[in-house]
């Protein structure tokens, strides 16, 4: 399964190739051969472009011969809400939203996401209210976060 996953990696990022502002997010591929790609992009991504990619895409694989019979289903999204951040760059696109980050160490944080260096994040947490409100910013090593997730507030 890992060689089929590396091949198609890199179907979907010679695809990619020609808008360097998307990248691929992550592959998924259940037992069923059900695939599920998903891509993002710095400025959003249109849904006419993955609907673009997934025809590429699929015409790709069915000529690749990766999967016998042409059995397999694809799907190309890009990551909702409920997928976690696993890029650098999808950090940096996120850069003034909320979010939850979960560290390896079970730690918890939630706050305004400020700023993606390349080491990790910096985010902005308050405690308090009124007078006695304290922001703070806590720089997160990559390393140390095991998920984050986009937070919505209203």
Do not use: C, W
Request: hydrophobic share 35%; net charge negative; glycine share 6%.
């Amino acid at each position: 399964m890992e060689t089929v996953l590396d091949a198609i990696t890199q179907k979907v990022n010679s695809l990619l190739e020609a808008n360097p502002s998307h990248f691929l997010v992550d592959i998924r591929i259940k037992p069923t051969n059900n695939i599920k790609v998903f891509v993002d992009a710095d400025e959003g991504i249109m849904l006419s472009t993955l609907i673009d990619y997934n025809r590429k895409l699929y015409k790709i694989l069915e000529e690749s011969g990766l999967f016998p019979a042409d059995d397999f289903s694809l799907e190309v999204s890009s990551p909702g809400l409920d997928e976690p951040l696993k890029k650098q760059r999808q950090y940096k696109k996120n850069a003034g939203r909320y979010v939850h980050v979960t560290k390896n160490d079970g730690g918890v944080v939630e706050g305004k996401l400020i700023e993606a260096t390349e080491d990790g994040i910096v985010v902005e947490t308050e405690t308090g209210k009124g007078k006695k409100k304290e922001v703070k910013q806590e720089t997160i090593l990559f390393s140390d976060i095991k998920t984050t997730k986009i937070q919505v507030k209203f």
